[in-house]
């Protein structure tokens, strides 16, 4: 089943996202295929929870189509489930992100190239585990998802400046986008 995709403005976008117990979530290997079927259909690499609406500390990522570049993303495909941060490290670098969000918009976002964290896979096993390159430029983009945090936030003021009108119009639906989503500001009976 695919979700509509949250867009730009809402709220759910803004909110830390809460941790999660088994019990509370018996059908997550399910919600988790939805959040990948979804993710496919917009053609994305990466898909947070708050995107489809669910406040909770859930990602899944498929950087695969990076494999050219980088082998060992052979077959990426994972969902983490409370993840945590534990260290960033290395040398900044940039890379033009998007975000399914955001459709049409597209910017340099400068990040660490190593990520380690800790975090639980679909079977509630338990890992703690280092990625690096696009493995985890895709991880802390969908990382700062549920933290509330969004790629357009790491601009430099010019930039955001630059991008304000497209960000309101894609709020209110003027965008022209070619998976379903649900724009906040969409005035109702219209
Ligand atoms: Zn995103």
């Not at 995107?51 to 050219?68: E, N, P």
């Not at 079977?123 to 549920?146: L, P, T």
């Amino acid at each position: 089943m695919k979700y509509p995709i949250i867009a730009y403005g809402d709220p759910v976008l803004r909110k830390k996202a809460t941790a999660f117990e088994p019990d509370e979530y018996p059908h997550i290997k399910e919600l988790v295929e939805n959040m990948f079927e979804t993710m496919y259909a917009a053609h994305g690499v990466g898909l947070a929870a708050p995107q489809v609406g669910m406040s909770m500390r859930l990602f899944v990522v498929d950087a695969s189509v990076f494999d050219d570049e980088d082998p060992s993303l052979k077959g990426f495909k994972k969902a983490f489930l409370n993840a945590t941060i534990l260290e960033e490290t290395g040398e900044e670098w940039g890379f033009n992100e998007g975000c399914l969000s955001i459709p049409d918009i597209r910017e340099d976002v400068y990040r660490k190239p190593t990520v380690k964290l800790s975090y639980y896979d679909e079977n509630w096993k338990h890992h703690e585990e280092s990625f690096s390159g696009m493995a985890a430029r895709v991880i802390q983009h969908e990382y700062d998802h549920i933290e509330g945090k969004l790629f357009t936030d790491k601009l430099s003021p010019l930039r955001k400046r630059l991008i304000e009108k497209r960000l309101k119009d894609i709020s209110r639906g003027a965008v022209s986008v070619d998976y379903k989503m649900k724009f906040p500001d969409v005035k109702k009976g219209r």
